[in-house]
């Protein structure tokens, strides 16, 4: 256990319906990452944030994503009007951002998303 | 095009052996470079970074090594256990500045048979 949690760990929606997802990072993080992850790949890059403020967004993701992190704590991502294409694992990670200093990234579970 | 490649192709080695895995990347000046284990269904773990002016790692049975004249990464685990079979993805960041988004190839899957 990273002390990330991811929930639900599984979703199963129809194509056309809105899901959200939550991401509770370890609570002195401030940066926390969204990526998506599709079977034999790794993962891939969807947005992040420091603290509350969205900072970079991915050409990835289309309109039909929202995250966001009130108050710099956990953070939900909103899928809407899901398509089969959406269907993946969704991560989500946080880190220690100090300055220049790189720190690794401690990720969640996973929530698994399958769109019928 | 920028690209980070793994050998996609399962290894597979005896219980003991050293496993070497492979990340080669092309039009990126990464600041630094992270290794991180998988078991399926769940998250990545990390195991060890490396910065671009360290050319070598250690941790317990782990070995980095990082040459950005080759653009490459050498990751080994010596004396490997049947524990040690998961996939290992590398990682890095562009290098254009720190927001530590990553970058990661597509992982390779390591089989320690006993």
């Known amino acids: 256990d990273t002390g990330v949690s991811q929930n639900p760990r599984h979703k199963i929606t129809k194509r056309g319906q809105n899901v959200t997802f939550r991401c509770d990072p370890i609570?002195?993080?401030?940066?926390l990452y969204w990526y998506r992850q599709t079977l034999g790949q790794g993962p891939e890059f969807l947005t992040y944030?420091?603290?509350?403020?969205?900072?970079?967004k991915s050409r990835l993701l289309s309109d039909r994503f929202s995250a966001e992190r009130p108050k710099g704590s956990f953070s939900t991502l909103e899928i809407q009007r899901t398509e089969q294409g959406d269907s993946a694992m969704y991560l989500c990670?946080?880190?220690?951002?100090?300055?220049?200093?790189?720190?690794?990234?401690?990720f969640g579970p996973g929530t698994r998303l399958t769109v019928l | 095009s920028q690209k980070i490649e793994q050998n996609s192709e399962a290894l597979n080695i005896q219980e003991g052996k050293t496993a070497t895995l492979t990340c080669n990347y092309t039009?990126?000046?990464?600041?630094?470079l992270q290794w991180y284990r998988q078991d399926p269904g769940r998250g990545p773990v990390f195991l060890l970074l490396i910065r671009e002016n360290e050319k070598e790692k250690r941790k317990e049975r782990l070995k980095v090594t990082f040459d950005t004249t080759l653009k490459q990464s050498l990751f080994h685990i010596t004396a490997s256990q049947p524990a040690d079979s998961a996939t290992y993805l590398c990682a890095l960041d562009k290098g254009s500045s720190n927001t530590g988004k990553l970058i990661f190839g597509q992982g390779t899957t390591l089989q320690v048979k006993p």
């Open positions: 039009n990126y000046s990464p600041a630094y």
């Open positions: 990670a946080s880190s220690l951002a100090r300055g220049s200093s790189y720190n690794e990234q401690f």
């Open positions: 609570s002195e993080h401030n940066r």
């Open positions: 944030f420091q603290n509350e403020a969205q900072l970079e």
